[in-house]
């Protein structure tokens, strides 16, 4: 594995309170792999990412991150600061803020090659050009003297794109590269990633709030809510044979392509806050099989027979998988074989809030 | 951009009209007559009347406003009543006391004042912070004239009367008469001018900084890989200037003002004092040249301001 992150855990001392963004979070990418992690906002997706590579300020941090075999949390502030940039590069969410307005975009690529290769700046510069030309910027040998607010927005990704791939890294982590960005665009940069992806072999990180963005992308997928990892899975077993109810809303809230205009379906109710997070499923507030035991006790991670990969941290029965009004049926009959009260329809949903 | 300073240049010829015609009319309601300053309590009336008569006064006064601007235009700044030396020669002698003293303190307190802000902000609420706060606090609420003297009893007096003497006593030597002697003489000066000073740009560069380092191209720099330091400043300070550099143009271009007390104080001979005696002598020539320079200076920090903005930020160079 390239990068393996175990049990990961992430908290924010604040005037409020600690606040527990990362819960005990494990992953894994391969080398060349893409994995997907997906959650509504506020998940802690972000955290998670920012964390193994060093960029989360004022955090309390345990657990471990093997990359290439060694440990990115216990490193030194310089060996952490080696790694970034050189083998991991980040793309974020709004390229607009987050490259610097007062500075060349070409410069900004240079500088990420001078802080990690001795180089010299015509040489830097040379390798600034082919870097835009890479990720599809047209004359790049002018382009490369213009200031970020003479690009456009998804210019301005390309540039990001192409600081993160400046020195041939082996894991790439996008967090949300196209929220920012208009629908169009969203899908030449996918595009773009996708190819690169094929050209450089880079492993990717794609952190989404939108299941969409990953449905032909991600080689697995993981699912975040509050903090805490819902469901893992392969892209195929995801969409086709998901566990968790969680899951099943995001899928609901999706537009369907076929099913042109019929309702989407949101998750109803708010993630729980991270100050001091209830016991139980973190889910269950708004879980429309909520049972006793679910309040209770936080289901672990287990996994769905029949299908490597396949996790779950979801009490009901781990045979129910799919996503139809059958298995739906099926969910809710064991949910109230174990004492369930509540409807799993939307409505019934908001009731069982507390 | 090249249009915008031009209007802005052209704008700060205005002013400057405005506020020579403004003391050319002070100049006429000034309860002291001119003649009498120069002839003296016991000139009889026929003397006082051919005084009059040699400045002009007898003519009307478009006349006078007139040849008034013709002259300042050509940079003739008339002769003091006080001793008929001409204005500019008493200026070209107090110009490099108050500009050894101002670019000293300014450079001193924009030095400190931008290096303790971003001590503060790279560790909010840190004892770094606290202490630069408060010290900031405390030097922000001294008047100068205070510090000032306090300086000098404590660094000046006391350490004399120890036998020890690292800072010279009130007064001034040039330059080019003695090097240290001019350091040793304006170390004081510098510090009560800067101090102060000094403090509103700790504050300021610590809001700043705070602002910028928050944003996310700064979490750009430190994905890249690049040094704390070279994030802190290269990509920070860089972008938390802008409101340091509005700031600093305010009081380099004030500056003739904040260096009256300063001045005042150490003995030093620059213009400052000079506005201070002028003003009480009733030296018109020489209050009015120096309050004409003074403006003249806030016309050009701010146009240099503007320049510098341009210089900053592309997007407002390009636009
Ligand atoms: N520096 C911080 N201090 C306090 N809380 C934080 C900080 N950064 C993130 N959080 C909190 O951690 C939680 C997870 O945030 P994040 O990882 O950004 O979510 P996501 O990326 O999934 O939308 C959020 O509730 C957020 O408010
Ligand atoms: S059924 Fe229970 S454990 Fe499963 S998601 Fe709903 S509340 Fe959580
Ligand atoms: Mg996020």
Known sequence: ?354 | MARFLARRVLLGVVVLWVVASVIFILYFVTPNDPARVIAGKEATAQTLAAIRHHLGLDRPLIDQYGSFLWRYLQGNLGYSYYNSEPVSTIIAQDLPVTASLAVGGAIIWLVLGVLAGVLAARRPRSLADRTVTSVALFFYSMPTFLLGLLALTIFFYWLHIEGIDIFAPPGYVGLSQSVSGWFSHMVLPWLTLALVTAAIYARLTRGSMLDVLGEDYIRTARAKGLSERRVIYRHGLRAAITPIVTEFGIDVGTLLGGVIVTESVYGLPGLGSQILNSVTDGDLPVTMSIAILAAAFVVVANILVDAIYALIDPRVRLS
Request: proline residues 8%; hydrophobic residues 40%; glycine residues 10%.
């Open chain 1, 1 to 354: 594995m390239l990068l393996e992150v175990k049990d990961l855990v992430v908290s924010f001392p604040t005037p409020d309170g600690l606040v527990e963004a990362v819960r005990g979070v494990s992953f894994a990418v391969g080398a060349g792999k893409t994995l997907g992690v997906v959650g509504e906002s506020g998940s802690g997706k972000s955290v998670t990412a920012q964390t193994v590579i060093g960029l989360t300020r004022g955090a309390r941090v345990s657990g471990s991150a093997l990359f290439e075999g060694r440990d990115l949390l216990k490193m030194s502030r310089d060996q952490l600061r080696q790694v970034r940039g050189s083998k991991i590069g980040v793309v974020f969410q709004d390229p607009l803020s987050s490259l610097h307005p007062f500075y060349k975009v070409g410069w900004q690529i240079e500088e990420a090659i001078r802080a990690h290769e001795k180089v010299s700046r015509a040489e830097a510069r040379r390798r600034a050009v082919e870097l835009l030309g890479l990720v599809g910027i047209p004359h790049p040998a002018r382009r490369v003297d213009d200031y970020p607010h003479q690009f456009s927005g998804g210019m301005r990704q390309r540039a990001m794109i192409a600081i993160a791939l400046a020195l041939n890294p082996s894991l790439v982590i996008a967090d949300e590269p196209t929220t920012a960005l208009d629908v169009t665009v969203q899908a030449q940069v996918l595009e773009l990633m996708k190819r690169l992806q094929a050209e450089l072999g880079m492993a990717i990180i794609m952190i989404t709030h939108d299941l969409g963005i990953i449905a032909d992308m991600a080689d697995e997928v993981m699912i975040m809510y509050a903090g805490k990892v819902m469901e893992t899975a392969s892209r195929h077993d995801l969409y086709y044979e998901p566990h968790h109810p969680y899951t099943t809303g995001l899928l609901g809230s999706l537009p369907q392509s076929g099913h042109e205009g019929e309702r989407l379906v949101p998750i109803p109710g708010q993630p729980p806050s991270l100050i001091g997070p209830p016991p139980g499923c973190p889910f269950w507030p708004r879980c429309g099989f909520a049972m006793p035991k679910c309040r209770l006790e936080v289901p672990p991670l287990r996994a769905v027979p029949g299908a490597p990969g396949h996790t779950s941290a979801c009490w009901l029965p781990l045979e129910l998988t799919g996503y139809s009004v059958e298995v739906d049926a099926a969910r809710h009959l064991a949910a109230v074989a174990e004492g369930a009260t509540a409807v799993a329809t939307a409505s019934g949903a908001e009731e069982a809030q507390p």
